[in-house]
């Protein structure tokens, strides 16, 4: 029998258009006891090259852009100016990191950029 201890992350990719502002809302799942986060959680996308060399510190890798969700409620909600989204290539690789008001922290989401330029 094998018992995975740890959090495995979510899987995600982010859409991005040319021009258009990046807008995203992650809802609870149904059923969710809420409050879903203490307050002062915090929700931070980093998004980086996409030649990353993932082997290494993700203390060390070169940041493209840092985007910090709003936690309203229940729901965790982005919404980044289209100068901001513009600026993130194809591929580049995402990782999202939640943070509880204690500093605990853990990898919640990772993946890749899509446009559909």
Partial sequence: ???????????????????????ATIEPTPGSTSPVYAVGTTIVACLYPADT??????????????????????????????SAADAIPTNALVRIRLTYPDATGFLWGKGVVARDD
């Fill in 53 to 82: 060399d993932t082997t290494t510190d993700v203390g060390t890798w070169t940041v493209l852009a840092s985007w910090a969700a709003t936690i309203v409620g229940d729901n965790v909600i982005w919404n980044e100016p289209a």
């Fill in 1 to 23: 029998m094998t018992v995975q201890l740890g959090f495995k992350a979510n899987s995600v990719k982010i859409l991005l258009s040319r021009g258009e502002s990046w807008t």
